[in-house]
């Protein structure tokens, strides 16, 4: 049975929290060893599914230009990194609201063990890679 403790849920609750505010401040805003020195660096979301046939990887990158992203496979890890620009609009705008995350960006996601036939699409807003299972 739970325990009703008033106390003990809203440490857990505060515990809980504190850990999701980490974790995000770990995506969005982390030093990559890869690339410039010390460059802060965000990582985009992602959603993994895996059929009998493929596994597609949509990464979400509204805003960035999809022929400004590389991509690659090595040693069974996908890594895909660009840079999201600010917009020419902002230089003589007044920001209300800056939201979405701006500079280097880097995603890294083991894959299964496997040989794979690759293809890139955008959809809805996020670059989509099909990775077709060879065999």
């Known amino acids: 049975m ?17 850990a999701r505010a980490e974790r995000m401040h770990r995506q969005f805003f982390r030093l990559q060893p890869s690339g410039a020195p010390n460059e802060p660096c965000w990582e985009p979301p992602i959603d993994v599914l895996e ?11 509204p805003g960035v230009d999809p022929e400004h ?6 040693n069974g890890v996908l890594t895909v990194s660009g840079r999201r620009i600010l917009p020419k609009e902002l ?13 280097r960006f880097e995603r890294r996601l083991q894959l299964p063990a496997g040989r794979y036939a690759v293809k890139q699409f955008v959809q ?12």
Do not use: Y
Request: charged fraction near 20%.
């Open 2 to 18: 739970a325990n009703r403790d008033p106390m003990s849920w809203m440490l857990s609750e505060a515990v809980e929290t504190l």
């Open 69 to 74: 992203v590389t991509a690659s496979i090595e």
């Open 51 to 61: 059929t009998e046939r493929e596994i597609l990887v949509f990464v979400a990158l």
């Open 91 to 103: 230089r003589d705008a007044i920001i209300h609201r800056l939201e979405l995350p701006q500079g």
């Open 124 to 135: 809805n807003g996020c670059l989509v890679f099909s990775l077709t299972k060879a065999g």
